[in-house]
């Protein structure tokens, strides 16, 4: 399915990407899949193979490529068992009565749901947690995964421990942020307090840079499911407890975790949750719309951000716009939102307009969207595994940062939060890092 990108500038647009486009964009190894047949129509999938393949992964890769032609990709084996591949059509059907194979799903593509191009922080009341940030002390001994087009570590201002790149197989180490998303998402969640550039919420913590993003905000579903499988296996042995995800595609949310229409990302999200004990933070989307349309924001395991403005880093409302035409204090006009009881269940807001921060190699910038609200509840996640939360399971995380959000007064709120809703449209109530 093609997919939409909102990109920094606000003066163009990049129109919907065709099916090869998205399979060259996914790197090297797996454009030249896709573009090395041409006599006979294929497509991109997804192969989810039955756990007991899981020892004969590369032989039943070998055995599907003899049999079927297919031309295998990421390999996969904790958060599933399975790979990506390119696939003539005519093996499709082939391959899902092969006793191996538990599903074979289209590789959707995703992008960056970053809309346009810190006062954050600040009204979230970052400066007035346990780590004060913005008071030129203190770091925070914890670690987050950011899945996205990569983190430059090149940037004095962030604290990049190591990372993994799911663009080229071939390149694992190649992690570097091409684009300049993901840079801007990791400076939120955990720019250093060190009197330089601006602060995070989670000042200095660890990031690890999953790259499965390119340079222009575009992946595919297979991209992020090698980023979830690295996610599954490494989570426990680097200490990882939170990972953001600025990032979406089409899809909706079975309520079986992906099992009942065959869904790997789902499935693999759910992985990464339930059993490698992940909060996965993930931005709602910016079409303003019912976010149960796009995965993974729909999924109810994850904790799912909508955006708001602000322009002043104070509640209140009066303030004069930044950068954008949005009205301080209220729901962005291109947030999506929930609609269901179930979505909103999982659905908190953050700050996500004329936010300003790291740039690719050095400086700050200013991006809109809410890619850019989802990292602020993430900071406040790794903040609150840190002190309150310790010990907690994500699903009660995701309950205690919901409710501490909802107790605080009206007047901390903005207009579209539950305090002042807008029929039809579920926002949810905006974060608060101030008491963690």
Not at 169 to 186: E, I, K, L, Q, Y
Request: with cysteine; charged share 15%.
């Amino acid at each position: 399915m093609a997919g939409r990108v909102r990109v920094a500038s606000p003066a163009y647009r990049l129109a919907a990407v065709s099916a090869a486009a998205v399979a060259l964009l996914a790197g090297g190894h797996t454009g030249a899949e896709a573009t090395g047949r041409t006599a006979e129509t294929v497509g991109r999938y997804v192969i989810v193979l039955e756990d007991s393949a899981r020892d004969r992964l590369e032989a039943v890769v070998r055995a599907h490529g003899r049999d079927h032609g297919v031309q295998a990709g990421f390999r996969y084996r904790h958060a599933l068992v399975g790979y990506s591949a390119v696939v003539p059509e005519s093996q499709v059907a082939a391959l899902r009565d092969d006793p191996n194979v538990k599903a074979v799903a289209p590789d959707r593509p995703v992008q960056a749901t970053q809309q346009v191009l810190p006062t954050g922080v600040d009204r979230i009341q970052a400066d007035v947690s346990s780590t004060a940030s913005g008071n030129g002390t203190g770091t925070v001994d914890t670690a987050v995964a950011i899945l996205d087009s990569g983190i430059d570590e090149r940037h004095a201002d962030l604290n990049v421990a190591g990372g993994f790149n799911c663009m080229d197989p071939r390149r694992p180490g190649a992690w570097r942020d091409n684009s300049g998303h993901g840079t801007h998402v990791a400076g939120t969640v955990a720019a250093r307090d060190n009197g330089d550039a601006v602060v995070g919420v989670v000042p200095g913590a660890r990031l690890y840079a999953v790259k499965v993003l390119g340079a222009s905000g575009r992946g595919s579903a297979s991209s992020v499911l090698c980023g979830l499988d690295w996610l599954a296996d490494n989570a426990a042995p680097l200490g990882i407890k939170v990972a953001n995800m600025s990032l979406g595609g089409d899809g909706a949310d079975d309520g079986n975790c992906g099992f009942t229409n065959n869904d790997p990302e789902h499935q693999a999200i759910c992985s990464v949750v339930n059993e490698a004990g992940v909060t996965v933070v993930v931005a709602a989307g910016n079409e303003a719309g019912d976010l149960a349309n796009h995965t993974p924001a729909a999924f109810d395991e994850v904790l799912t951000v909508t955006a708001m403005a602000d322009f002043n880093g104070q509640p209140g409302g009066g303030a004069a716009p930044t950068c954008r035409t949005d009205v301080d204090e209220t729901a962005a006009d291109f947030s999506n939102f929930a609609v269901s009881t179930a979505d909103a269940a999982h659905t908190i807001a953050g700050p996500g307009v004329c936010i300003e921060s790291t740039r690719r190699s050095i400086g700050t910038t200013v991006y809109s969207g809410t890619s850019m609200a989802s990292p602020h509840v993430a900071g406040t996640a790794a903040l609150c595994l840190t002190g309150p939360c310790a010990g907690m399971t994500p699903a009660q995380v995701a309950a205690k940062l919901r409710d501490d959000a909802a107790a605080q007064p009206a007047s901390y709120g903005f207009a579209g939060d539950p305090n002042a809703p807008v029929s039809g449209r579920y926002y949810g109530h905006l974060v608060h890092a101030g008491g963690y």
